[in-house]
């Protein structure tokens, strides 16, 4: 009878799962790209942009809580409403952190950082009335809008036209509408009209 090979230890094709973590870059460090941007400029739009993502997550977020907690008269006009929204906010969060790492900064990127850093007041875990959810969203666009004008001012100023194009083109497009889609939903209007 032949005899077999012996099978070759698993170790080969074995993952490296254990190993040792460590950081490459500390955040609130800049590194070095040929971007013909002064270093205090690019500072400075990394850490706006920072805060404009903590409060953009956190603005995210909160959609998503209303969405889920929606109720009343007017539920399925809003649950699809705050989605969409939702939605867009979602994808300046990647425009933001990207543009914070093309400028050769860190983004914050995990929970804990965003409610440490973020300005927008935190709701509570349970359910509000809609005004309150709606009213939420738009003290938190708010703020985001402040930031972002004051900071397309500063990037235009020190010569950073990206952050500003992104501040000005996405960041303020894209909160301005959804404040008055919100705002709307508030107007004093009756629901039922009695012609008694």
Do not use: C
């Amino acid at each position: 009878m032949a005899k077999k090979p012996a099978p070759k230890p698993i170790s080969e094709a074995q993952p490296q799962y254990k190993v040792e973590y460590r950081e490459i870059q500390p955040y609130g460090t800049l590194k070095k790209l040929p971007l013909a941007l002064e270093d205090n400029a690019r500072t400075k739009s990394v850490a706006t942009l920072n805060q404009v993502l903590a409060d953009t997550m956190t603005l995210r977020d909160m959609y998503k809580k209303h969405h889920w907690q929606m109720s009343g008269a007017t539920f399925y006009q809003l649950h699809l409403l705050l989605d969409t929204h939702y939605e867009a906010q979602a994808a300046l969060v990647d425009m933001i952190a990207e543009r914070i790492m093309a400028l050769g900064g860190i983004s914050i990127a995990m929970a804990p950082d965003v409610a440490e850093m973020t300005r927008i007041p935190r709701p509570p875990k349970g359910r509000e009335d809609v005004p309150t959810q709606l009213a939420r969203l738009l003290e938190a666009h708010e703020i985001i809008l402040r930031e972002a004008h004051e900071g397309a001012d500063e990037a235009d100023e020190s010569g950073d036209d990206g952050t500003n194009d992104l501040l000005v083109s996405n960041v303020i497009r894209t909160n301005e509408p959804q404040v008055w889609f919100i705002a709307e939903h508030l107007a004093e209007t009756a629901l039922v009209r009695s012609d008694a």
